[in-house]
């Protein structure tokens, strides 16, 4: 499984801060459960974040993989190389 990189790590960690201090000041609960309920959202809102940006990078890394290939034949068959020297011709 890969690993989350730094930024979506950033972004997940901002999600849930965010997240968690909207939903506290939106809603006003006082209460030692109602808060760990609101936190608990707010931790899945950011592991939801990060898994996304992972699932885009990787859809990403595989479009240009896909499309990399196609580019670089097209870019050796325009650039003139030198010929091959065979050892058996003088």
């Not at 974040?49 to 896909?66: E, F, H, K, P, V």
Request: net charge positive; hydrophobic share 50%; charged share 10%.
């Amino acid at each position: 499984m890969p690993r989350p990189t730094l930024p979506q790590i950033c972004t997940g960690t901002f999600t849930v801060v965010a997240s968690a201090v909207a939903l506290l000041a939106v809603s006003g609960s006082t209460g030692v459960f109602e808060v760990a309920v609101l936190v608990a959202f707010a931790v899945a809102l950011g592991t939801l974040a990060t898994a996304l940006l992972m699932t885009l990078s990787a859809q990403r890394r595989a479009d240009r993989g896909r499309e990399l290939p196609a580019a670089a034949v097209a870019a050796a068959s325009t650039v003139p190389g030198p010929r091959p020297e065979y050892a058996g011709r003088s």
